[in-house]
């Protein structure tokens, strides 16, 4: 009989995403066939390979050998592909629109600057930066690299963490003096309810239940820009706080921070032009710098980013 290579395709992404519909979008397949190829894979080996372990499918005991060599054999096509995809080509001979997504902060502030080091070395990729607070779904192709500030619990994904999102405490004097800048009695600008529940805005709740709320935005920009004329206080990203020339971190307060990752659909990180922005992005992420624009003075982006490769 000869070796069913869909069937442990689709048996893996069906353990990795850990239902058949999710495997089914990453496939670009209906639920019917991942179920059929299922079927066909559980007669060619002859045991059952699928259970449900609570919510999510998860390979059967007997088959944790068979998902290892699925896994495998999936792995070594990948590496096949992406080997050297882009150096195997002249530089300006990668081309293609590559869009990514991710939260405001980064791409404006540690993404976009560099923009021309990346054009430079590749002038036929067109870098499509999409900042939203809703998260662009890689399976239906609605983006080709994502940055999340949270893992994602399943989903036939490349993975890596980058790194982690460090915020502050700060404050627009507005002619105040040093001593007159405490976040308990100046009023504040907060991110809308929408982010209640992320890590950095239920430390907030917890140290300054009591802050007066003066205004509300759903993003660190607008919330910047709600700061000036007058002395308030509100928790940004260090890599916005720190561009403000008006606004003064307040170093005694140390928020939680936030984790971040880069995702690119399996299916597509071999693409030349793909792969030669997700190691673009890995190496200015990495260097955790940003470049004023206009400015050839670099400064810390306070987003830490441990040494790392994809």
């Known amino acids: 009989m000869s070796l069913d290579w869909e069937g442990l395709r689709t048996f893996a992404h069906v353990c990795q995403a850990g239902n058949m519909s999710a495997a089914a979008r990453e496939l670009g397949v209906n639920q019917t066939t991942v179920a059929r190829r299922i079927a066909r894979l559980?007669?060619?080996?002859?045991?059952?390979?699928?259970?449900?372990?609570?919510?999510?499918?998860?390979?059967?005991?007997?088959?944790?050998?068979?998902?290892?060599?699925?896994?495998?054999?999936?792995?070594?096509?990948?590496?096949?592909?992406?080997?050297?995809?882009?150096?195997?080509?002249?530089?300006?001979?990668?081309?293609?629109?590559?869009?990514?997504?991710?939260v405001d902060a980064?791409?404006?502030?540690?993404?976009?600057?560099?923009?021309?080091?990346?054009?430079?070395?590749?002038?036929?990729?067109?870098?499509?930066?999409?900042?939203?607070?809703?998260?662009?779904?890689?399976?239906?192709?609605?983006?080709?690299?994502?940055?999340?500030?949270?893992?994602p619990?399943?989903?036939?994904?490349?993975?890596?963490?980058?790194?982690?999102?460090?915020?502050?405490?700060?404050?627009?004097?507005?002619?105040?003096?040093?001593?007159?800048?405490?976040?308990?009695?100046?009023?504040?600008?907060?991110?809308?309810?929408?982010?209640?529940?992320k890590p950095e805005q239920k430390w907030l709740a917890d140290h300054f239940p009591d802050r007066t709320v003066i205004g509300y935005a759903n993003r660190g920009s607008i919330m910047v820009s709600m700061m000036t004329g007058h002395a308030c206080c509100a928790l940004l990203p260090r890599c916005v706080g720190d561009r403000i020339d008006f606004l003064r971190c307040l170093d005694t307060y140390h928020p939680t921070g936030r984790e971040v990752w880069l995702l690119t659909h399996q299916e597509k990180r071999h693409l030349p032009h793909v792969r030669a922005v997700i190691d673009w992005l890995t190496r200015i992420l990495l260097d955790g710098d940003f470049i004023n624009v206009g400015n050839t003075e670099r400064q810390r982006s306070k987003i830490e980013f441990p040494g790392a490769t994809i």
């Open 153 to 197: 619990d399943s989903g036939a994904f490349h993975i890596r963490k980058l790194g982690h999102l460090e915020y502050g405490i700060y404050c627009n004097p507005n002619g105040l003096p040093a001593t007159a800048m405490d976040p308990q009695t100046l009023p504040w600008i907060d991110l809308d309810e929408f982010f209640a529940d």
């Open 42 to 102: 559980e007669e060619w080996v002859g045991y059952a390979i699928l259970h449900r372990d609570g919510r999510a499918l998860a390979p059967t005991a007997r088959a944790q050998v068979l998902l290892q060599t699925a896994q495998h054999m999936q792995d070594t096509v990948s590496d096949l592909l992406t080997r050297d995809p882009v150096s195997e080509q002249a530089d300006g001979a990668v081309g293609g629109i590559v869009r990514l997504t991710g």
């Open 106 to 151: 980064i791409l404006q502030d540690c993404v976009a600057p560099h923009i021309a080091d990346l054009h430079q070395r590749f002038p036929k990729i067109a870098l499509e930066l999409i900042g939203a607070n809703r998260n662009l779904s890689l399976p239906q192709r609605e983006t080709d690299i994502a940055i999340r500030l949270a893992r």
